[in-house]
């Protein structure tokens, strides 16, 4: 028997408690089974754009994030099938299993989901929850399956994060106790995005 799904996919690097309240936002509001972070291996739109965290440091984070909280898990699908990281085929993976999959996606990403690898394809297999997001207005998505989800404000972004770490600015509000140590005990450095 297939379950509802949620997918929430990313390159989470680093990921942050904004991520963790959209995922069960998102779970609730949907009524879904399980939703998962899904962590990419290598993120195509921004490879080459930006030194990214390594894949096993961002899953390892990701669990962390996630390992107190109920039907939110960390996936390492991406990571696992190794090269790009294309949400489609981690669709069609769940897809095959029987799952009902809903795309968990900011406002901020939605307006370009058709700019992702075999988006038409993508359209046909899930539905799109849209979660607000501070600044973003929700694109009208013409053929796709969408939903608005309203989200309590988190102005937190991991690129925010990533420029303030660079520039040695305290953040720990916006991560949790375990990514905090894990960030420390791994000496994980960011360079700013504005580079």
Same mark, same amino acid.
């Given at each position: 028997?297939?379950? @509802?799904?949620?997918?929430?996919?990313?390159?989470?690097?680093?990921?942050?408690?904004?991520?963790?309240?959209?995922?069960?936002? &998102?779970?609730?509001?949907?009524?879904?089974?399980?939703?998962?972070?899904?962590?990419?291996?290598?993120?195509?739109?921004?490879?080459?754009?930006?030194?990214?965290?390594?894949?096993?440091? @961002?899953? &390892?984070?990701?669990?962390?994030?996630?390992?107190?909280?109920?039907?939110?898990?960390?996936?390492?699908?991406?990571?696992?099938?190794? =090269?790009?990281? *294309?949400?489609?085929?981690?669709?069609?993976?769940?897809?095959?299993?029987?799952?009902?999959?809903?795309?968990? !996606?900011?406002?901020?990403?939605?307006? =370009?989901?058709?700019?992702?690898?075999?988006?038409?394809?993508? @359209?046909?297999? !899930?539905?799109?929850?849209?979660?607000?997001?501070?600044? *973003?207005?929700?694109?009208?998505?013409?053929?796709?399956?969408?939903?608005? !989800?309203?989200?309590?404000?988190?102005?937190?972004?991991?690129?925010?994060?990533?420029?303030?770490?660079?520039? =040695?600015?305290?953040? *720990?509000?916006?991560?949790? &106790?375990?990514?905090?140590? *894990?960030?420390?005990d791994h000496q994980l450095?960011?360079?700013?995005?504005?580079?």
């Open positions: 028997m297939g379950r @509802r799904i949620g997918l929430f996919g990313g390159t989470f690097d680093p990921p942050h408690l904004g991520h963790l309240a959209a995922a069960v936002t &998102a779970k609730e509001a949907l009524d879904l089974d399980e939703v998962l972070l899904v962590v990419a291996h290598d993120p195509w739109q921004k490879s080459g754009q930006r030194l990214i965290t390594g894949a096993q440091h @961002r899953l &390892a984070m990701t669990e962390l994030l996630v390992e107190d909280t109920d039907g939110i898990e960390a996936s390492d699908a991406e990571i696992l099938r190794g =090269g790009e990281s *294309y949400m489609i085929d981690t669709a069609n993976d769940m897809c095959r299993q029987g799952h009902e999959i809903t795309l968990i !996606v900011g406002a901020d990403v939605a307006g =370009g989901l058709e700019t992702w690898e075999r988006w038409d394809q993508l @359209r046909q297999l !899930v539905r799109v929850a849209v979660l607000d997001r501070p600044g *973003y207005v929700s694109p009208s998505l013409d053929g796709w399956l969408m939903e608005r !989800v309203s989200v309590e404000p988190k102005n937190i972004s991991s690129s925010e994060l990533r420029d303030q770490m660079s520039e =040695g600015a305290s953040i *720990y509000d916006s991560l949790s &106790a375990s990514v905090r140590s *894990y960030i420390d450095v960011w360079e700013s995005d504005n580079n």
